[in-house]
């Protein structure tokens, strides 16, 4: 009886994974012919675990992964640091140990903001934390927001600091579409707040962490170099969008997708169609927006003036996050999380100079 209710259990998770965005992924996808199959990018650090998030001080990138631990990569070598957590990591889809990104004075204070999913009696839920790095160990010291909506799917979890100094966190509707309309609850917005956790006065909602709301599962956050926010957003079945972000603004999930209209809300700069990218980290040059695909299997490109879109890197599998420093893009792939096809030594953490993504 035992072994028939975990093979029917087993059953609806593969259901339910196959209703999810992130999930979409085939093998066609991954031969798909699309520019970028052959720019070589140089591997940084391997062997990775469901890497999520990229943060880089002077040379040293630290990855989260998203079973929990943090890798720091330095002059080609390679630890996997503790992260002690208040609670353990909740083992539901696309949970664990996200977003992550060191506070401005990182090198003074060792301070960094991490997001990550918990359970408690059975449930899951979203927190924010302030971390310190202490010797090789991250120590969560102190939570910056609590109870943010988790559920099967859908947890959001991109945390990136504008340029306002203010630390921005996407969050999911956890699949309770109703949510995101609500400006009362804090799932499927995007959440603005002062470094520390206290909410900003000029926030649009007074007394609110919501910036702006209306949102599905948006997990990428970028400025560009006009201070200007823009989101990718992964969509119900395609429909995955790109938008621009203003405060108090209201992005019209779950009432409109895709080139849909409605009063007081706002249409997406550019959406996929029925095709999927699963988009997740972004990062600007200039006004163009690189952005990670996990079903796209690789890197897009998004110029804001032109509005043209491409595929600029694919061959590599699913891509978690991107990072630009200066005329490099350095990316995270994610085929070891249970959707992709993993590759000898997956996953890994590559560069690849711009210019060299832009070649024809
Ligand atoms: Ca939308």
Same mark, same amino acid.
């Given at each position: 009886?035992?072994?028939?209710?975990?093979?029917?259990?087993?059953?609806?998770?593969?259901?339910?994974?196959?209703?999810?965005?992130?999930?979409?992924?085939?093998?066609?996808?991954?031969? =798909?012919?699309?520019?970028?199959?052959?720019?070589?990018?140089?591997?940084?650090?391997?062997?990775?675990?469901?890497?999520?998030?990229?943060?880089?001080?002077?040379?040293?990138? &630290?990855?989260? !992964?998203?079973?929990?631990?943090?890798? #720091?990569?330095?002059?080609?070598?390679?630890?996997?640091?503790?992260? !002690?957590?208040?609670?353990?990591?909740? !083992?539901?889809?696309?949970?664990?140990?996200?977003?992550?990104?060191? @506070?401005? =004075?990182?090198?003074?204070?060792?301070?960094?903001?991490?997001? &990550?999913?918990?359970?408690?009696?059975?449930?899951?839920?979203?927190?924010?934390?302030?971390?310190?790095?202490?010797?090789?160990?991250? #120590?969560?010291? %102190?939570?910056?927001?609590?109870?943010?909506?988790? /559920?099967?799917?859908?947890?959001?979890?991109?945390?990136?600091?504008?340029?306002?100094? #203010?630390?921005?966190?996407?969050?999911?509707?956890?699949?309770?579409?109703?949510?995101?309309?609500?400006?009362? $609850?804090?799932?499927?917005?995007?959440?603005?707040?002062?470094?520390?956790?206290?909410?900003?006065?000029?926030?649009?909602?007074?007394?609110? &962490?919501?910036?702006?709301?209306? @949102?599905?599962?948006?997990?990428?956050?970028? *400025?560009?170099?006009?201070?200007?926010?823009?989101?990718?957003?992964?969509?119900?079945?395609?429909?995955?969008?790109?938008? @621009?972000?203003?405060?108090?603004?209201?992005?019209? *999930?779950?009432?409109?997708?895709?080139?849909?209209?409605?009063?007081?809300?706002?249409?997406?700069?550019?959406?996929? /169609?029925?095709?999927?990218? $699963?988009?997740?980290?972004?990062?600007?040059?200039? @006004?163009?927006?690189?952005?990670?695909?996990?079903?796209?299997?690789?890197?897009?490109?998004?110029?804001?003036?032109? #509005?043209?879109?491409?595929?600029?890197?694919?061959?590599?599998?699913?891509? %978690?996050?991107?990072?630009?420093?200066?005329?490099?893009?350095?990316?995270?792939?994610?085929?070891?999380?249970?959707?992709?096809?993993?590759?000898?030594?997956?996953?890994?953490?590559?560069?690849?100079?711009?210019?060299?993504?832009?070649?024809?």
């Amino acid at each position: 009886m035992k072994k028939i209710i975990s093979f029917l259990f087993l059953l609806l998770l593969i259901a339910l994974s196959a209703c999810t965005n992130e999930s979409q992924d085939s093998n066609e996808e991954a031969k =798909e012919t699309v520019g970028g199959l052959d720019r070589e990018a140089k591997v940084l650090a391997q062997n990775l675990v469901i890497p999520w998030s990229i943060a880089k001080s002077g040379d040293i990138f &630290y990855l989260t !992964e998203r079973t929990g631990s943090i890798v #720091k990569v330095e002059n080609g070598n390679q630890t996997r640091m503790r992260v !002690e957590l208040s609670d353990p990591l909740a !083992e539901v889809a696309e949970a664990g140990l996200m977003g992550f990104v060191l @506070h401005p =004075e990182f090198k003074e204070n060792g301070l960094a903001f991490a997001y &990550y999913t918990y359970a408690e009696e059975g449930d899951s839920i979203n927190r924010l934390v302030q971390l310190r790095l202490d010797g090789n160990v991250w #120590k969560e010291e %102190r939570i910056l927001l609590d109870n943010i909506p988790s /559920g099967q799917f859908h947890q959001g979890g991109r945390l990136e600091i504008g340029p306002d100094e #203010k630390l921005y966190v996407t969050t999911g509707d956890a699949t309770k579409e109703q949510i995101s309309q609500d400006i009362n $609850a804090i799932g499927g917005k995007i959440l603005r707040m002062n470094l520390d956790g206290t909410i900003p006065s000029d926030n649009p909602f007074k007394g609110s &962490y919501v910036y702006s709301y209306g @949102h599905r599962n948006p997990q990428g956050l970028a *400025w560009n170099a006009a201070g200007e926010l823009y989101s990718t957003e992964h969509g119900p079945s395609g429909f995955d969008e790109i938008n @621009h972000i203003q405060a108090g603004k209201n992005y019209g *999930w779950p009432l409109i997708t895709g080139d849909e209209e409605m009063e007081g809300m706002q249409t997406p700069l550019i959406h996929s /169609g029925n095709s999927t990218w $699963a988009p997740s980290g972004a990062d600007f040059k200039d @006004h163009t927006l690189y952005f990670a695909a996990l079903a796209g299997q690789g890197i897009y490109s998004y110029t804001l003036d032109t #509005k043209k879109l491409e595929k600029v890197l694919g061959g590599y599998g699913r891509v %978690r996050d991107v990072y630009i420093a200066q005329d490099t893009l350095y990316f995270v792939t994610n085929n070891t999380d249970g959707r992709g096809i993993p590759r000898e030594n997956d996953d890994k953490l590559y560069q690849i100079n711009l210019e060299d993504l832009r070649k024809n």
